[in-house]
Structures are given as C-alpha cells and as structure tokens.
C-alpha cells in the first residue's frame, strides 16, 4: 500500500490550531466572559464549566436543553454584534 498525501489549501476561516496570528482569541474572550455573567450553564459549586474553549473551538456545556437555548442566543447577539460566524 502506497500512501499518497493529500494537500488543499484553506482559503477561508481561522487556520487549523488557530495560532496567536488568527485574532480568534481576542473575538471571543468577551463571550467567553459574557457566559458566566448570564450564570447560564452547568457550575461545579462556584466554579462556570459552561464553555469550554481550546484553539478555534468552543463547547457549551448546559444542564437543560432550556439552559442550552439561552447560551445559544447570547452567542447569536455575540456573532451578531462583531460579524462573526459559527459553524454547528
């Protein structure tokens, strides 16, 4: 078996490990501060485990399908706000 790689290019979207250069991280530190604020999502005591972010990814953690559409929407007004897309 001969391993043959496949090369594309990516033209579009934050570069795969997101890097310091994408900006990424500066788009979404206020929603990633705004979450909590809303004290929508699942805590540990005191602790906000509601979002997760590593890189270009960002997992929302919720106890209630209910809790889980309010994250939703404050991420919508985010990306609204500062023209940013999120992919599903």
């Known amino acids: ?3 043959i ?3 594309f290019a990516a033209t579009n979207g934050v570069k795969p490990g997101g890097g310091v250069k994408s900006g990424f991280c500066v788009y979404t530190d206020d929603l990633l501060i ?6 929508v999502g699942c805590f ?3 602790q906000y485990v509601g979002a ?6 960002i997992e929302l953690v919720a106890p ?9 929407m ?3 007004e985010y990306a609204d706000n500062f023209c940013i897309l999120f992919n599903a």
């Open 74 to 76: 404050i991420c919508d």
């Open 1 to 3: 078996m001969v391993f």
């Open 64 to 72: 209630t399908a209910s809790a889980l559409r309010k994250m939703l």
């Open 52 to 57: 997760f972010a590593y890189a270009d990814d």
């Open 34 to 39: 705004s979450l909590p604020e809303a004290k």
């Open 44 to 46: 540990i005591g005191f």
């Open 5 to 7: 790689p496949i090369i």
